[in-house]
């Protein structure tokens, strides 16, 4: 019979143990991964929160470790907030707890309970735009937009601080949050405009 292959006894068993094998490996993998899992990765450490989040309150069951960035864009879909470098340092992120700026990738949702926290959202007031949000608009203070909310909360706080005393201090004073577009000049119109009000 030319052109057909034989098996033998012999070739079918040698193909059966190896697929039963392969079959066993994922089970034990599993299992390991699931093993090492639970030794190497604490479980988590769920409570329940009741924050006051844009003058609403929210009760909410989040992990421990999980900060006010992840829960307001996770949880509550409020994502004007932007998760840019997730370590401090680009300032996209940030709020406002109890009227101060913070960085919503580095603060802890437990630890903000009893406080009224503020996100680009709740800056409105009952639909009117919060006149930060007009000069940024008037003064072209963003390019592409992703930094924005975060440079605005900042620039609220420089001018609630006082510190608009000179282009210099400005500066200083909003140097946490970074622009990739390089909008800073018009940035800097929108502050000293709302400070000369």
Known sequence: MEGKEHYSRRSFLKVSGLLAAFAAIPVSV???????????IPKKNVSRLTLSINKTTHTLY??????????????????????????GQ???CTIHINGERALGCLTLASMTQG????????LANKGELHPMQKAFIECDGFQCGYCTPGQIMSAVACVNEGHTNSVEEIKEYMSG?????????????????????
């Open 30 to 40: 599993k299992a390991f991964y699931q093993d090492v899992k639970q030794y190497l």
């Open 177 to 197: 949050n970074l622009c990739r577009c390089g909008a800073y000049n018009g940035i800097v119109q929108s502050i000293q405009k709302v400070a000369a009000r």
């Open 90 to 92: 680009c300032g996209a």
């Open 115 to 122: 406080k009224e926290i503020t996100t680009i959202e709740g």
């Open 62 to 87: 989040v992990d421990t470790r999980t900060t006010v960035l992840d829960l307001v864009r996770e949880q509550l879909n409020l994502t004007g907030s932007k998760k840019g470098c997730d370590h």
